[in-house]
């Protein structure tokens, strides 16, 4: 009876447990790109310590990128943005994010300069998926 009582415990506890971040897509876009606009990749939210790298690259791209490659790709200022589009996949475990960025480039500013992401759903947090180009003008980053 004793051990009944514990595995239903267990089964309970586990049912409460939560995986990922569950902060909304749209949330998380703009937190990526907020971070690039302060430079600050270590930041608070909601009583969490989030890390650009950590928490917001997916695991297979953290496993082709090192952490010190990734910030070294972010050689370009980022002034501002404004999330254009998001387009849901049909069972929406990804999606595209068009987002419109400004940026100081080489001591000019480039404005409306069109960013595609592509971000996926991993073990209940959004992540997303850039290719390891430092040019702002490639198709990511």
């Given at each position: 009876m004793k051990k009944i009582a514990i595995l239903l415990l267990i089964v309970f506890m586990s049912g409460c447990l939560k995986t990922g971040d569950d902060i909304p897509l749209k949330q998380k876009v703009e937190l990526f790109w907020k971070a690039r606009i302060t430079g600050k990749y270590t930041f608070k939210y909601k009583n969490k310590t989030l890390r650009l790298y950590e928490d917001f690259l997916a695991e297979d791209l953290k496993k082709k990128v090192s952490e010190q490659k990734f910030y070294s790709l972010l050689n370009y200022k980022v002034l501002q943005f404004k999330i254009q589009n998001i387009t849901?996949?049909?069972?929406?475990?990804d999606a595209m994010v068009t987002v419109l960025i400004s940026?100081?480039?080489?001591?000019?500013?480039?404005d409306n300069i069109k960013i595609k992401n592509?971000?996926?759903?991993e073990k209940g947090s959004w992540r997303v998926l850039l290719k390891t180009q430092s040019n702002p003008f490639s198709d990511n980053m």
């Open positions: 849901y996949s049909k069972d929406e475990k940026i100081d480039f080489q001591g000019y500013r480039l592509k971000w996926i759903k």
